[in-house]
């Protein structure tokens, strides 16, 4: 009970960060869903010009320390669009993220940590 409360809490406060800050003028995420159990993330997004929205999956995320920088970690990731899965995993994730991590700034990443 506990876990699905801060879940919920947790996506509608990314959901809003990332409609504020990042997807500014491009599109708005609906939906933003974490199921820490399975180590899954959810994410629905409209962009401009879409009809329909484009739907994020990414498993087996967590965080980790490397040479005192933080990394979100993910066993895979996949967009409900085709072309934009191919591009994705083909060329975006082999050429800037090949060990399939992210830096993210560590104050983010203890919070998340501490969230997930």
Same mark, same amino acid.
């Given at each position: 009970?506990?876990?699905?409360?801060?879940?919920?809490?947790?996506?509608?406060?990314?959901?809003?960060?990332?409609?504020?800050?990042?997807?500014?003028?491009?599109? @708005?995420? /609906?939906?933003? %869903? =974490?199921?820490?159990?399975?180590?899954r993330? #959810?994410?629905?997004?409209?962009? $401009?010009?879409? &009809?329909?929205?484009?739907v994020?999956?990414?498993?087996?995320?967590e965080?980790?320390?490397?040479?005192?920088?933080?990394y979100? @970690?993910? /066993?895979?990731? %996949? =967009?409900?669009?085709?072309?934009?899965?191919? #591009?994705?995993?083909?060329?975006? $994730?082999p050429q &800037?993220?090949?060990?399939?991590?992210?830096?993210?700034?560590?104050t983010?990443?203890?919070?998340?940590?501490?969230?997930?």
């Amino acid at each position: 009970m506990f876990k699905e409360l801060k879940n919920k809490a947790i996506s509608s406060v990314v959901k809003y960060i990332a409609n504020k800050f990042f997807l500014g003028g491009i599109g @708005k995420v /609906s939906l933003f %869903k =974490i199921d820490s159990d399975n180590k899954r993330i #959810l994410i629905e997004a409209t962009l $401009i010009g879409e &009809k329909e929205p484009i739907v994020i999956e990414i498993e087996g995320y967590e965080i980790e320390s490397y040479n005192d920088e933080k990394y979100l @970690k993910f /066993s895979s990731a %996949k =967009i409900s669009r085709e072309w934009m899965n191919k #591009l994705l995993n083909d060329i975006i $994730i082999p050429q &800037k993220f090949p060990d399939k991590k992210i830096k993210v700034d560590k104050t983010i990443a203890s919070l998340i940590e501490i969230l997930i």
